[in-house]
């Protein structure tokens, strides 16, 4: 079957290619203006269409200059849960009946809202996590192509309902796939819109409702999104935000027994962590976990050394590593080892880092100060263990002090069986190590309890065959100098891991998705 042509959103491309690249500058910067004059208000949480204050609340800082209050947000607890799931139970029934036409269209008509308001959205995003703009526009770009690739998938499928016949006379029956009920989102920080709207709108365009609770770092963009589907006619309890922290919020969520699935991205341990719960309650229903990665690229003595490089570079530190995507081993063929690690250090030398907002920066600060710690500790044992070629500090001078800024770091003469090597770290930190051949390539970038994304430099063809057929891996890349190993795109590259880097097996952004928040049932009336 061929799948339909998909148009995907690419603000800064667009602008590239109509030679407009000031425009996207200036509409950006201008957007950054306005959304720092409403900086430090006061959120609510949205339990069926109302805004609910409660007792407590927590204060966002800016990660790349905590002087600098984004807002204070109400924080959640068991109560407040209760109230939201309770709501959007109550909000299921009439939901699951709404056509597909009128359901389609409220998240087509939140798309075109989010474009219109892309800059400042991509603005605060910047502000609120870090992300520099091109990549906070790509994120905004990623959930413009959920909010349309979902919708307009669902209406394709006619809501994944049709007439199956009359299999023997008098027997009319029809195959339909139905929503669960009231579906948990549970998001992480680091793509705070793609994912949160990714996630919450798969589950309610196939007719679920949802209770949602973004990051703690990273709930103004939620709440913008929640504010633009009120917009778009979203009736009143489909889709409830409670902010609050993981066990505050989300564990009782979790827990509730009328939330029949979840949807989660975030960390190995968490999502195994809600998968467990779900078993030890007895629940049946789906947890659609999309979890980390210890991304490994190969660099064959075939390849453009300098293609390797700038792949390796983008992948390994754009947003300081913080993608669950991040390049993070990479093995090299020994003849080429030491002109590709040559050339990687004197490149991230060069990289820039400073405020998100800044045109020129590359390296981002990190969300939060267990980051900034954990870098401490596997700096200071890579020191110990192996060679720090480049990075390794903490800046702590300059107009950057005030942020949570770290020096990219290249690592060598690590085992590729050290822990280093082996967990993911979430952090501007790559080990490189030698190989003789393909197959020890493959080996070792196969030796992991990961299996998210994985890259290849090469220019034999016989090699690129053989890896894409023998690498364990969800995502695939060969020769990508944009990235070794991050930013796929929805409908063309669907994103989701193998082994401990995902739950289903389906990935988001693709032709499979949606079908898991629904549950098959088939109907027959005899006349
Ligand atoms: P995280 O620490 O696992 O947190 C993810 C979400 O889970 C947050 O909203 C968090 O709330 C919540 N949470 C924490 N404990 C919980 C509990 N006991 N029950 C229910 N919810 C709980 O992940 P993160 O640090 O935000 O993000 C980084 C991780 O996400 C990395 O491992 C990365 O690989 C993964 N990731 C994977 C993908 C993918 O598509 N495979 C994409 C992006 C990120 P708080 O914020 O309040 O702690
Ligand atoms: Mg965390």
Known sequence: MQPREYDNELTYLTHQQSDDVEG?????????ESVEASLGESHPLRIDGEAVETGDSFTVTDPGDQ??????????????????????????????ALDVESRVEIFQD??????????ELAAALSLENGKNRTEAMADVDEAIDFLDFYSSEFERSNGYEFDTGEPTPG?????????????AVISPFNFPMALFVGMSAGAMVTGNTVVAKPASTTPLVAQ???????????????????????????QPLVEHEDVSGVAFTGSREVGLHIQETFMELGKRGPVIAELGGKNPVIVSDTADIDEAVEGVKNGAFSFSGQK??????????EDVIDEFTDKLVAETEELTAGPATDRDTFISPLINDSALEHYQEITEQARADGSVLTGGEVI???DLADGRFVEPTVVTDIPHEHDLAREEHFLPFVTIHPVSDLEEGIEKSNDSEYGLCAGLFSTDEDEIDQWFDEVESGMCYVNRNQSATTGALVQAQPFGGWKFSGTTGKFAGGYWYLQQFMREQSRTRVE
């Open 24 to 32: 996207f500058h200036q509409a950006y910067e201008e957007a950054v």
């Open 67 to 96: 002087t600098v209050e984004i807002g204070e947000f109400a924080a959640g607890g068991e109560q407040e849960v209760e109230a939201a799931v309770s709501a959007a139970k109550a909000a299921s029934p009439d939901w699951e």
């Open 110 to 119: 939140a798309a075109d809202i989010m474009r219109d308001r892309k800059y």
């Open 171 to 183: 027997q009319h029956t029809t195959n339909l796939l139905r929503p669960y009920g009231v579906f």
């Open 224 to 250: 913008k999104y929640a504010s633009i589907l009120e917009e778009a006619g979203l009736p009143d309890g489909v889709l409830n935000v409670v902010m609050g922290g993981g066990s505050d919020v989300g």
């Open 324 to 333: 669950c995507s991040a390049t993070s081993r990479v093995y090299v063929y």
């Open 396 to 398: 702590t001078e300059g």
